[in-house]
């Protein structure tokens, strides 16, 4: 298993502003995920944070709005920029597990844009 | 775009009653997978079934899989109010390494 740290757990930011996702992981693992999770909405991957390299983003979804760091193989950032009351939502990070089959999932950040 | 699409989209039992949630998706797929989600916070997994495996159990929960009409459904038997939680199915396609959830299912267990 894997066990992941994700902060904050939730903030609310005035619109314009950024906001940086932290997640650390007790173990090397060689590729991150994020998620969003829009109000009563499934989850919808943002980018894949590969050690060493630009994470590759999903349809929809910019480098410029969501860059994302991944200095090392057992931590990673997401930020949100220039927010909007759209960006409110739930932001997961996760990673598979030994296997490389199931996922293992931080405890979310909620983010309340005004 | 959603892979999966999940059926009921809520659900409210009595404890100790069943519960039957259905997830249906589009391409060919690696394996299945379940994951349960308490009030809004990170997922957890419960359960993943292999494209060439039919039914898989654990503990209280049973999963089918027909990959011919590309659905699978998640029982939850003897259900107990700590069971309230969302509960959602998510496919690795066979073509990727991805994940991708389907909508979810909100299930209450009243006691």
């Known amino acids: 298993s894997a066990v992941i740290s994700q902060k904050p757990s939730r903030d609310i930011c005035q619109r314009g502003t950024s906001l940086t996702i932290q997640c650390q992981v007790d173990s090397q693992v060689t590729m991150m995920f994020w998620y969003r999770q829009q109000p009563g909405q499934s989850l919808t991957l943002i980018a894949t944070a590969n050690q060493g390299s630009e994470a590759t983003y999903e349809s929809g979804f910019v480098i410029d709005k969501f860059p994302i760091s991944r200095p090392n193989l057992t931590f990673s950032t997401l930020t949100v920029s220039n927010m909007s009351p759209e960006d409110s939502s739930i932001y997961l990070c996760s990673v598979r597990g030994p296997t490389n089959e199931k996922l293992f999932f931080g405890s979310g950040t909620q983010l309340s844009v005004l | 775009s959603q892979q999966g699409e999940e059926d009921p989209q809520a659900l409210s039992i009595q404890e100790g009653e069943n519960a039957t949630m259905n997830c249906s998706y589009k391409?060919?797929?690696?394996?299945l997978q379940w994951y349960r989600q308490n009030s809004g916070r990170g997922l957890v997994h419960l359960i993943l079934i292999r494209s060439n495996e039919r039914e898989k159990h654990s503990g209280r929960l049973r999963v089918t899989l027909d990959t011919s009409k590309k659905s699978s459904s998640l029982l939850i038997t003897a259900s107990r109010a700590a069971d309230t939680a969302s509960y959602f199915c998510?496919?690795?396609?066979?073509?990727?390494?991805?994940?991708?959830f389907g909508g979810g299912t909100r299930v209450l267990v009243k006691p």
């Open positions: 391409t060919s797929i690696n394996n």
């Open positions: 998510a496919t690795e396609e066979a073509a990727g390494n991805k994940l991708t």
